[in-house]
């Protein structure tokens, strides 16, 4: 599929300041003062910058029925009550070494190659060299530098979580490789020389700092992932020689097809994640049109047809559909186009039954019931939920849904079917140390939609069933961050919704 920026309609005009939001995402006047009231209430600048982020930004949202609802008001301001009690939020306990044996961490980077064989975000290391690294890094005189260590401690944590055996302290190993990545990202990022291995320790990163409520951090590694990608010609596979720079158009710089078309894979994704970013967190553009000329790829990439890869080749092709379609309604929002007429809601009808045709042709909930592996239920699920949130989000920015203070039931529905599959991809032991970044992305937006619509009952409909899946998210966020102390503010926000939920079905005296 040939796709140049400037079909995608994406605005390329963006403000570049961090915290702009969308317009069509700023519907009660009085809510940007109420967030704020709450939040000064945390004498804590980074659990109040936490949860800024992190949280509130999914308001925007659903806040006409939140913020304007007293229960909720009241539970959200019970929660920076307890916020401003924990003792020292962001300060985690310093993590005693888990004991990584040799034998343990090659099984973990075996895990992680047998898992994945795919010719995109190819690991640009040996994965001789990879084994080799515990012997490295007991050797004094052996110089490894950050990149290095970045990618390892990456490859052995996803192994790590790919294992289905049971490890005594296995959330302990998860907390020690992620803080030991942590602790070389400034290192990394005074030492980036735009090479492929500094390309796949940003991919990296960006997930791992999701995974750690850090979206500021993540966002800021994905703009140095951009200007890495730049660099390297992600942005330019399909130019034109001649409009090439004179490095990447020179005779000994003849790329193969397949080294083309990995390329052109990790673009999209890229593309995927900045489009992500706009709309989860309010974040202006760092791609924006008139700067890329990348196609779409073979999803092969190699031109060979792996049954292996075929979740992750669906995968590709429906999630970028979803792009994008997310994408042109990013550029709507953004566009200037009065959104109180009937020609905007018709222009939000039509991406809405884009998003769903992308959901029925690729029978997107059938084919997460034919997984086999880990790896290839987390791409099925990957698509479900953003086209669940899409649906939410756009549906949401109808001037009939705005003005209203009821949630339509197909609204509520969709939130339920989200927090619904999450609770089935998260019932393993195998988990329960990680999930936090899906929280972010994808369920905080139905948890306070069902949560809303809970509250918003009264009491006079059976809501039982949708107290018991609150209460669900609210045990495993509390879960998640036992042994995550930086991470509490957000488990305190999540508890104080439960709580406010479950007295709904409390008999009133």
Known sequence: ?????????????????????????????????????????????????????????????????LLENETCVKAMEAAMVEVGRLEDPLESDVLDFPGISKDMAMRWIDMYYGAYQFEGFRVPLEKSFL???????????????????????NILLQGLLQDPESHDGKGKVVQYLYHRSMMLVDDWIGQIENTPQDMFAAFVMISLTLEGCNSEMSWKILGYACTIARALGYFSVDEHPEEQSSWLASPGNCESEVDKNRKRFEFWHLLRMDCLFRLSFGKPALIPSGTWT??????????????????????????????????????????????????YDKALDGLITEVQSIMSDWSAEELLSTTTNHVDTWFCVDILFTSYKMLIVISQSKKCNRDSHFLPRHTVDIARKSLKTFQTLMHRDLHSFWGISLVLLHQFIPFFILCADIIG?????????????????????EKATEERVPLRPIAAIVKAMAIACQQVALPTS
Request: with cysteine; aromatic share 6%; charged share 20%.
């Open 294 to 343: 990348v196609n779409f790829p073979d999803p092969t990439i190699t031109g060979i047809d792996d049954a292996s890869t075929r979740f992750i080749q669906i995968h590709f092709l429906a999630s970028m559909r979803l792009t994008l379609v997310l994408m042109r309604y990013l550029d709507l929002v953004d566009g200037g186009m009065a959104q109180d007429t009937d020609m």
């Open 1 to 65: 599929m040939s796709v140049l920026s400037s079909d995608a309609d994406v605005n390329g005009t963006q403000s570049t300041t961090s915290g702009v939001l969308h317009s069509s995402q700023s519907q009660t006047p009085k809510s940007p003062a109420m967030v704020n009231s709450m939040l000064n209430g945390i004498k804590d600048a980074q659990a109040k910058s936490l949860l800024s982020s992190n949280v509130f930004c999914h308001l925007r949202n659903v806040e006409s029925r």
């Open 131 to 153: 084994m080799s690294m515990p012997d490295l890094l007991e050797m004094p005189h052996v110089h490894l530098g950050s990149t290095l260590k970045i990618i390892y401690y």
């Open 457 to 477: 009952s009264h009491g006079c409909r059976e809501v039982q069933d949708d107290i018991v899946l609150v209460a669900w998210l609210k045990d495993f966020v």
